[in-house]
């Protein structure tokens, strides 16, 4: 009879530890997991951001750029009309 009641309690508190266990082992899944889903989240915002504001920069210098070249263009036709159209002082 002792046997049995010991092999009982031994039992009962090998089933109980073993739910314990699994407990802590789907804690930490679940606590792994959640990590890592934030962390592969939150580096995938901060890349979009990155590569925005990279796609910003370079279009600002393209503008800036565009805009050297449009006066650069528009210097150099005055002044090759000047070239082409002299005036004649009909004064003299």
């Known amino acids: 009879m002792f046997k049995t009641t010991l092999s009982i309690i031994m039992f009962t508190l ?3 530890s073993c739910a314990s266990v699994g407990a ?3 804690g930490g899944k679940a606590l792994t997991t959640g990590v890592v889903d934030a962390s ?17 920069i ?5 503008d800036a750029v ?3 070249v449009d ?4 210097e150099v036709d005055r002044q ?6 002299p005036k004649t002082d009909e004064g003299k």
């Not at 592969?40 to 910003?56: C, E, F, I, P, Y």
């Open 14 to 16: 090998f089933v109980q």
């Open 24 to 26: 802590v082992i789907d």
């Open 58 to 62: 370079t279009k600002t210098a393209s």
């Open 80 to 85: 090759t009309d000047e070239l082409q159209n």
């Open 40 to 56: 592969v989240k939150t580096v995938g915002g901060v890349s979009q951001a990155v590569l925005q504001d990279a796609s910003d």
């Open 66 to 68: 565009g805009g050297v």
């Open 71 to 74: 006066t650069v263009v528009q």
